[in-house]
Every structure is written in structure tokens, then in C-alpha cells.
């Protein structure tokens, strides 16, 4: 008998637990990302499919965070941007830019499943290699004349990483 009130307590307790919630991202326009042509920038497209961006010509201050859907580091980085960015309140851009992507589709998807809701540029042959090099993630400081103050090169840890690197080579307080 005890048995059988062990085994019922341990399923009603497990049954009680809520399911992960999803957070639901969108495809967003790059409209707001503020870019000139210059000698060094890529022109790279939108994840939604409209215009992109010149990379080497964002103005800031911005941080460019490049991503892919197959890769486990950044994957394990979204929760930090996605709470960083709710934090920022239109202070400095928020920039995805989508690399070595199977497709474009695989690229939107995990903006969806993720929660992203910042523009993403997407790279579908590899051009940003050249201004990017290889390996993902990396995060890029763009100061407010488009120069890169600071580039992470790997995953960051945690939000008060990002918030302390934003502030100590953006001068954005968050």
C-alpha cells in the first residue's frame, strides 16, 4: 500500500510541474539599422527578407552579436540578449547578424522559437567572413562613429558581462 501512495505522490508531483514556456520571437526589419557604404562594408540582407545593411558602416552605439542556429554557445547567449535588450530602452541598436545557415527558413525559425526580437542580417554565402573571420559566436562594440571599440570573441557568461562590456566601451549605463 505504501507503495502504491509513494508511486501516486510521485506522479501527481511530477505532473504538477509547468511546462517550459516558450517565448516567441519575430522576423524584424532591418529599417533601423543606420548604415553608409564605405571601403570595408559588406552589404549583407535582412533575416525578413527586405533591405539590410552595409556592415563596416553601422554607426552606434550598437553591438552586433553573430549567430547561427546550429551553434550550442550561442544558443545558450539569446536569454542574456534577450533580457539585455529589454533593458535598453532605444539606448544603443541591437544587431543579429545570421551566419552559415543551412537556409534562410532554418535562420528565421530560430528567431521565432527563441524569443529574439531585434533585426537580424543574414549572411547566406559567407561574405561577413571577411569582416567577421570565422567562428561563432562573436560580439562587436560599435562606438556612436562606427569604429569597433571592442570585439568578444566567444560566448558571454552572463547579462552583467554584456551590461559591464556595453558600459566600459559604449559609455551606455543600463
Same mark, same amino acid.
Given at each position: ?95 543579429? =547578424?545570421? =551566419? ?10 530560430? =528567431? ?35 569604429? =569597433? ?26
Amino acid at each position: 500500500m505504501k507503495k502504491i501512495a509513494l508511486a501516486l505522490s510521485l506522479l501527481l508531483l511530477s505532473s504538477c510541474a509547468a511546462p517550459a514556456k516558450e517565448i516567441a520571437g519575430q522576423v524584424i526589419s532591418c529599417s533601423s539599422i543606420t548604415s553608409y557604404m564605405n571601403e570595408t562594408s559588406i552589404v549583407l540582407d535582412c533575416l525578413d527578407g527586405g533591405d539590410g545593411a552595409a556592415l563596416g558602416g553601422i554607426k552606434g552605439p550598437a553591438i552586433i552579436n553573430v549567430w547561427g542556429s546550429w551553434c550550442g554557445p550561442c544558443k545558450q547567449e539569446i536569454p542574456i540578449f534577450r533580457s539585455f535588450y529589454a533593458k535598453t530602452n532605444g539606448k544603443l541598436k541591437l544587431i543579429g =547578424v545570421d =551566419v552559415e545557415e543551412s537556409s534562410i527558413k532554418a535562420g528565421r525559425s530560430f =528567431v521565432v522559437k527563441n524569443g529574439i526580437t531585434w533585426p537580424n542580417l543574414y549572411d547566406g554565402d559567407g561574405r561577413s567572413r571577411k569582416y567577421f573571420g570565422m567562428g561563432v559566436p562573436v560580439t562587436w562594440f560599435i562606438a556612436v562613429d562606427g569604429s =569597433v571599440a571592442y570585439k568578444k570573441i566567444g560566448v558571454l557568461k552572463n547579462e552583467i558581462e554584456l551590461i559591464t562590456l556595453t558600459n566600459k566601451y559604449l559609455g551606455v549605463s543600463l
